[in-house]
Protein backbone atom coordinates (compact mmCIF):
# COMPACT_ATOMS: atom_id res chain seq x y z
CA UNK A 1 0.00 0.00 0.00
CA UNK A 2 0.94 4.10 -0.28
CA UNK A 3 -0.32 5.94 2.10
CA UNK A 4 0.30 9.78 1.55
CA UNK A 5 -0.93 12.06 4.46
CA UNK A 6 -1.23 15.83 3.70
CA UNK A 7 1.63 16.15 2.29
CA UNK A 8 3.22 19.68 1.00
CA UNK A 9 5.65 21.00 -1.31
CA UNK A 10 6.59 24.52 -1.38
CA UNK A 11 9.27 26.00 -4.28
CA UNK A 12 10.22 29.26 -2.64
CA UNK A 13 6.67 30.96 -2.79
CA UNK A 14 5.61 28.11 -5.39
CA UNK A 15 3.03 25.34 -3.51
CA UNK A 16 3.71 22.55 -5.82
CA UNK A 17 1.81 20.27 -3.79
CA UNK A 18 -1.01 21.57 -1.33
CA UNK A 19 -2.08 19.08 1.59
CA UNK A 20 -2.48 15.58 -0.58
CA UNK A 21 -3.95 12.75 0.92
CA UNK A 22 -4.36 9.42 -0.61
CA UNK A 23 -4.21 5.51 -0.26
CA UNK A 24 -3.95 3.38 -3.07
CA UNK A 25 -3.46 -0.67 -3.27
CA UNK A 26 -2.59 -3.10 -5.08
CA UNK A 27 -5.02 -3.30 -8.11
CA UNK A 28 -5.55 0.14 -8.86
CA UNK A 29 -4.01 1.76 -11.63
CA UNK A 30 -4.07 5.43 -10.33
CA UNK A 31 -3.87 8.43 -12.80
CA UNK A 32 -2.67 11.66 -11.84
CA UNK A 33 -5.19 13.88 -13.99
CA UNK A 34 -4.06 17.39 -14.12
CA UNK A 35 -2.85 20.23 -16.48
CA UNK A 36 0.74 21.25 -16.38
CA UNK A 37 2.37 22.52 -13.00
CA UNK A 38 -0.61 20.97 -11.11
CA UNK A 39 2.01 19.30 -9.14
CA UNK A 40 2.05 15.43 -10.64
CA UNK A 41 5.58 15.26 -11.02
CA UNK A 42 6.35 17.04 -7.38
CA UNK A 43 3.95 14.48 -6.06
CA UNK A 44 6.06 11.49 -7.38
CA UNK A 45 9.00 12.77 -6.88
CA UNK A 46 8.04 12.86 -3.36
CA UNK A 47 6.26 9.62 -3.53
CA UNK A 48 9.75 7.72 -4.86
CA UNK A 49 12.12 9.90 -2.48
CA UNK A 50 13.54 12.20 -5.03
CA UNK A 51 12.25 14.87 -2.53
CA UNK A 52 11.44 15.47 0.57
CA UNK A 53 8.19 16.64 1.41
CA UNK A 54 8.18 20.21 3.12
CA UNK A 55 5.66 18.80 5.13
CA UNK A 56 3.25 15.86 5.65
CA UNK A 57 4.56 12.11 5.37
CA UNK A 58 4.31 9.22 2.94
CA UNK A 59 4.84 5.46 3.23
CA UNK A 60 5.24 2.47 0.81
CA UNK A 61 4.43 -1.10 2.22
CA UNK A 62 4.71 0.56 5.53
CA UNK A 63 8.36 1.94 5.08
CA UNK A 64 8.65 5.91 5.58
CA UNK A 65 9.61 7.62 2.44
CA UNK A 66 12.36 9.51 4.17
CA UNK A 67 12.92 7.84 7.43
CA UNK A 68 13.04 4.94 5.70
CA UNK A 69 13.63 5.53 2.10
CA UNK A 70 16.11 2.86 0.87
CA UNK A 71 13.48 0.16 1.89
CA UNK A 72 10.75 1.95 0.26
CA UNK A 73 12.48 2.50 -2.99
CA UNK A 74 13.40 -1.08 -3.08
CA UNK A 75 9.63 -1.67 -3.81
CA UNK A 76 9.30 1.03 -6.02
CA UNK A 77 10.13 1.08 -10.17
CA UNK A 78 9.89 4.65 -11.46
CA UNK A 79 10.24 6.07 -15.02
CA UNK A 80 10.76 9.90 -14.34
CA UNK A 81 9.49 12.66 -16.35
CA UNK A 82 10.87 12.43 -19.98
CA UNK A 83 12.50 9.16 -18.97
CA UNK A 84 15.70 9.94 -18.64
CA UNK A 85 18.94 7.75 -18.93
CA UNK A 86 22.56 7.23 -20.30
CA UNK A 87 22.31 7.57 -23.92
CA UNK A 88 25.90 6.74 -24.96
CA UNK A 89 24.96 2.83 -22.95
CA UNK A 90 23.69 0.72 -25.05
CA UNK A 91 20.56 -1.11 -24.07
CA UNK A 92 21.97 -4.48 -22.85
CA UNK A 93 24.88 -2.34 -20.68
CA UNK A 94 22.69 0.54 -19.32
CA UNK A 95 19.78 -2.43 -18.22
CA UNK A 96 22.27 -4.10 -16.80
CA UNK A 97 23.75 -1.03 -14.82
CA UNK A 98 20.98 -0.97 -13.32
CA UNK A 99 20.26 -3.91 -12.38
CA UNK A 100 23.87 -4.11 -10.25
CA UNK A 101 22.81 -0.17 -8.78
CA UNK A 102 19.73 -2.26 -7.84
CA UNK A 103 21.01 -4.99 -6.10
CA UNK A 104 20.03 -7.80 -8.11
CA UNK A 105 22.50 -10.85 -7.55
CA UNK A 106 25.67 -10.99 -9.87
CA UNK A 107 24.19 -15.03 -10.91
CA UNK A 108 20.88 -13.51 -11.47
CA UNK A 109 21.67 -10.32 -13.75
CA UNK A 110 21.62 -11.76 -17.11
CA UNK A 111 18.51 -13.27 -16.61
CA UNK A 112 16.60 -10.59 -15.22
CA UNK A 113 18.19 -7.99 -17.77
CA UNK A 114 17.27 -10.89 -20.43
CA UNK A 115 13.49 -11.21 -18.95
CA UNK A 116 12.63 -7.38 -18.84
CA UNK A 117 14.12 -7.04 -22.69
CA UNK A 118 11.43 -9.89 -23.72
CA UNK A 119 8.84 -8.32 -21.92
CA UNK A 120 9.25 -4.63 -23.27
CA UNK A 121 10.44 -6.48 -27.00
CA UNK A 122 13.66 -4.69 -27.24
CA UNK A 123 15.05 -7.53 -28.44
CA UNK A 124 16.20 -5.79 -31.87
CA UNK A 125 18.03 -3.18 -30.27
CA UNK A 126 19.55 -4.04 -27.39
CA UNK A 127 23.11 -3.42 -28.41
CA UNK A 128 22.39 -0.34 -30.23
CA UNK A 129 23.06 2.62 -27.80
CA UNK A 130 20.05 4.64 -26.18
CA UNK A 131 21.07 7.96 -27.89
CA UNK A 132 19.89 6.27 -31.21
CA UNK A 133 17.45 5.00 -30.47
CA UNK A 134 13.50 6.45 -31.35
CA UNK A 135 11.42 8.17 -28.68
CA UNK A 136 9.20 4.86 -28.49
CA UNK A 137 12.21 2.38 -28.08
CA UNK A 138 13.33 5.19 -25.60
CA UNK A 139 10.19 4.92 -23.70
CA UNK A 140 10.48 0.87 -23.38
CA UNK A 141 13.68 1.41 -22.15
CA UNK A 142 12.86 3.66 -18.96
CA UNK A 143 9.90 1.04 -18.18
CA UNK A 144 12.73 -1.56 -18.68
CA UNK A 145 14.37 0.02 -15.89
CA UNK A 146 11.61 0.71 -13.91
CA UNK A 147 10.51 -3.05 -13.90
CA UNK A 148 13.79 -4.68 -13.82
CA UNK A 149 13.52 -5.71 -10.11
CA UNK A 150 9.83 -6.49 -10.29
CA UNK A 151 8.58 -4.18 -7.97
CA UNK A 152 5.07 -3.77 -6.10
CA UNK A 153 4.92 -0.23 -6.97
CA UNK A 154 5.05 1.28 -10.39
CA UNK A 155 5.39 4.74 -10.69
CA UNK A 156 5.53 6.53 -14.32
CA UNK A 157 5.31 10.07 -14.92
CA UNK A 158 3.69 10.87 -18.63
CA UNK A 159 4.78 7.23 -19.69
CA UNK A 160 2.97 8.25 -23.40
CA UNK A 161 3.88 12.05 -23.75
CA UNK A 162 5.40 12.37 -26.68
CA UNK A 163 4.76 8.88 -28.23
CA UNK A 164 2.83 8.64 -31.17
CA UNK A 165 -0.31 6.84 -31.28
CA UNK A 166 0.76 3.44 -31.96
CA UNK A 167 3.51 3.36 -29.63
CA UNK A 168 0.81 4.97 -27.17
CA UNK A 169 -1.23 2.05 -27.32
CA UNK A 170 1.72 -0.38 -26.87
CA UNK A 171 2.56 1.40 -23.65
CA UNK A 172 -1.04 1.71 -22.19
CA UNK A 173 -0.89 -1.97 -23.36
CA UNK A 174 2.29 -3.30 -21.39
CA UNK A 175 0.73 -1.05 -18.35
CA UNK A 176 -2.89 -2.77 -18.39
CA UNK A 177 -0.64 -6.41 -18.80
CA UNK A 178 1.49 -5.32 -15.28
CA UNK A 179 -1.82 -4.11 -13.66
CA UNK A 180 -3.22 -7.44 -12.16
CA UNK A 181 -0.54 -7.37 -8.75
CA UNK A 182 0.81 -4.12 -8.59
CA UNK A 183 -0.07 -0.36 -7.42
CA UNK A 184 0.88 1.17 -10.24
CA UNK A 185 0.23 5.45 -10.43
CA UNK A 186 0.38 6.88 -13.84
CA UNK A 187 0.83 10.83 -14.59
CA UNK A 188 -1.02 12.36 -17.36
CA UNK A 189 -2.50 15.46 -18.66
CA UNK A 190 -4.48 13.27 -21.72
CA UNK A 191 -8.13 12.73 -21.02
CA UNK A 192 -8.63 9.60 -22.62
CA UNK A 193 -5.49 7.99 -21.48
CA UNK A 194 -7.52 7.83 -17.80
CA UNK A 195 -10.45 5.97 -19.09
CA UNK A 196 -7.60 3.61 -21.07
CA UNK A 197 -5.87 2.63 -18.45
CA UNK A 198 -7.06 3.81 -15.18
CA UNK A 199 -9.55 2.50 -12.76
CA UNK A 200 -9.36 5.17 -10.95
CA UNK A 201 -8.28 9.24 -10.98
CA UNK A 202 -7.14 11.87 -8.86
CA UNK A 203 -7.87 15.48 -10.77
CA UNK A 204 -5.12 17.60 -9.09
CA UNK A 205 -4.45 21.15 -9.95
CA UNK A 206 -2.81 23.96 -7.99
CA UNK A 207 -1.35 21.33 -6.13
CA UNK A 208 -4.67 20.39 -4.43
CA UNK A 209 -7.57 17.14 -4.96
CA UNK A 210 -10.48 18.31 -6.65
CA UNK A 211 -11.77 14.57 -7.26
CA UNK A 212 -10.95 11.24 -6.52
CA UNK A 213 -13.25 8.66 -8.43
CA UNK A 214 -13.63 6.05 -11.28
CA UNK A 215 -13.33 6.90 -14.54
CA UNK A 216 -16.78 5.88 -15.25
CA UNK A 217 -17.65 7.77 -12.21
CA UNK A 218 -16.53 10.48 -13.36
CA UNK A 219 -18.31 10.33 -16.46
CA UNK A 220 -21.18 10.25 -14.56
CA UNK A 221 -20.80 13.76 -13.33
CA UNK A 222 -20.81 15.23 -16.93
CA UNK A 223 -24.20 16.95 -17.97
CA UNK A 224 -23.43 14.39 -20.72
CA UNK A 225 -24.03 11.41 -19.02
CA UNK A 226 -26.99 9.55 -20.87
CA UNK A 227 -27.79 12.56 -22.93
CA UNK A 228 -28.51 11.65 -26.48
CA UNK A 229 -27.17 13.43 -29.50
CA UNK A 230 -28.15 13.47 -32.99
CA UNK A 231 -27.77 14.50 -36.47
CA UNK A 232 -30.64 14.86 -38.72
CA UNK A 233 -31.33 16.63 -41.37
CA UNK A 234 -33.60 19.49 -40.02
CA UNK A 235 -31.95 20.01 -36.50
CA UNK A 236 -34.30 23.19 -35.56
CA UNK A 237 -37.41 21.34 -36.17
CA UNK A 238 -36.11 18.34 -34.26
CA UNK A 239 -35.00 20.31 -31.72
CA UNK A 240 -38.69 22.12 -30.80
CA UNK A 241 -40.59 18.56 -31.19
CA UNK A 242 -37.96 16.76 -29.00
CA UNK A 243 -37.94 19.67 -26.31
CA UNK A 244 -41.54 18.46 -25.86
CA UNK A 245 -41.03 15.17 -24.88
CA UNK A 246 -41.52 14.95 -21.19
CA UNK A 247 -38.01 13.02 -21.15
CA UNK A 248 -36.50 16.00 -22.53
CA UNK A 249 -34.88 18.59 -20.04
CA UNK A 250 -33.42 20.68 -22.89
CA UNK A 251 -32.43 20.48 -26.29
CA UNK A 252 -28.82 22.38 -27.35
CA UNK A 253 -27.94 22.67 -30.98
CA UNK A 254 -24.35 23.09 -31.35
CA UNK A 255 -22.84 22.74 -35.19
CA UNK A 256 -24.61 19.75 -37.03
CA UNK A 257 -25.23 18.07 -33.62
CA UNK A 258 -28.29 18.25 -31.53
CA UNK A 259 -28.03 17.16 -27.70
CA UNK A 260 -31.15 16.18 -25.70
CA UNK A 261 -30.40 16.35 -21.90
CA UNK A 262 -32.52 13.61 -19.55
CA UNK A 263 -35.23 14.43 -17.00
CA UNK A 264 -35.07 11.10 -15.97
CA UNK A 265 -34.88 7.59 -17.56
CA UNK A 266 -36.05 6.10 -21.15
CA UNK A 267 -34.55 9.55 -23.38
CA UNK A 268 -32.70 7.14 -25.62
CA UNK A 269 -36.45 5.38 -26.30
CA UNK A 270 -38.14 8.40 -26.57
CA UNK A 271 -36.27 9.91 -28.98
CA UNK A 272 -35.49 6.87 -31.39
CA UNK A 273 -39.95 6.37 -30.90
CA UNK A 274 -39.47 10.48 -32.00
CA UNK A 275 -37.44 9.91 -35.18
CA UNK A 276 -39.55 6.82 -36.43
CA UNK A 277 -43.04 8.68 -36.06
CA UNK A 278 -41.59 11.72 -37.74
CA UNK A 279 -39.59 9.32 -40.47
CA UNK A 280 -36.74 12.05 -39.63
CA UNK A 281 -33.39 11.02 -41.63
CA UNK A 282 -31.20 10.54 -39.34
CA UNK A 283 -27.26 10.51 -39.76
CA UNK A 284 -25.96 9.86 -36.59
CA UNK A 285 -27.99 8.81 -32.62
CA UNK A 286 -25.90 8.02 -30.09
CA UNK A 287 -26.15 7.41 -26.14
CA UNK A 288 -23.99 9.57 -24.43
CA UNK A 289 -21.54 7.58 -21.75
CA UNK A 290 -20.18 11.83 -20.85
CA UNK A 291 -17.70 13.88 -21.56
CA UNK A 292 -14.62 14.21 -19.67
CA UNK A 293 -13.23 16.74 -21.17
CA UNK A 294 -16.24 19.04 -19.78
CA UNK A 295 -15.65 17.28 -16.35
CA UNK A 296 -12.54 18.37 -16.24
CA UNK A 297 -13.11 21.87 -16.82
CA UNK A 298 -15.71 22.20 -14.44
CA UNK A 299 -13.49 20.15 -12.01
CA UNK A 300 -10.70 22.60 -12.41
CA UNK A 301 -12.18 25.66 -12.77
CA UNK A 302 -11.65 26.14 -16.63
CA UNK A 303 -7.77 25.02 -16.46
CA UNK A 304 -6.81 23.75 -19.87
CA UNK A 305 -6.26 20.09 -21.09
CA UNK A 306 -6.06 18.19 -24.14
N1 LIG B 1 12.56 22.60 -9.12
C1 LIG B 1 11.57 23.49 -9.11
N2 LIG B 1 11.76 24.75 -8.67
C2 LIG B 1 10.75 25.66 -8.63
N3 LIG B 1 9.48 25.39 -9.01
C3 LIG B 1 9.23 24.16 -9.47
C4 LIG B 1 10.24 23.14 -9.55
N4 LIG B 1 9.68 22.01 -10.04
C5 LIG B 1 8.37 22.31 -10.25
N5 LIG B 1 8.11 23.59 -9.91
C6 LIG B 1 6.79 24.25 -9.97
O1 LIG B 1 5.89 23.48 -9.20
C7 LIG B 1 4.62 23.41 -9.82
C8 LIG B 1 4.26 21.93 -10.07
O2 LIG B 1 5.13 21.39 -11.07
P1 LIG B 1 5.08 19.87 -11.51
O3 LIG B 1 5.03 19.02 -10.29
O4 LIG B 1 6.20 19.65 -12.46
O5 LIG B 1 3.66 19.81 -12.25
P2 LIG B 1 3.11 18.78 -13.35
O6 LIG B 1 3.97 17.57 -13.34
O7 LIG B 1 1.70 18.52 -12.91
O8 LIG B 1 3.14 19.51 -14.65
C9 LIG B 1 4.71 24.24 -11.09
O9 LIG B 1 4.24 25.52 -10.79
C10 LIG B 1 6.20 24.25 -11.37
O10 LIG B 1 6.56 25.41 -12.09
MG1 LIG C 1 4.97 16.69 -14.90
Known sequence: MIEAKDLCKHYGSIIAVDHLSFTVGPG??????????????TTMKILTGFLAPTSGSATVYGHDIVDDS???????GYLPEGAPSYGEMTVDQFLTFVARARGIEAGHIIATVGSAIERLNLGTVVHQSIE????????????????????DVLILDEPTDGLDPNQKYEVRRLIGAMASD?????????????????NRAMIISEGRLLADDTPSGLLARSRYHNAVTLVVENPHRAASVLSELPEVAKAELHGRELTVFPTGDGLFEAVSRAVSTHGWDVRELRLEAGRLNEVFREITGGAAAS
Open 132 to 151: TLSKGFRRRVGLAQAILHDP
Open 28 to 41: EVLGFLGPNGAGKS
Open 70 to 76: LAARRRI
Open 182 to 198: KIIVISTHILEEVAAVC
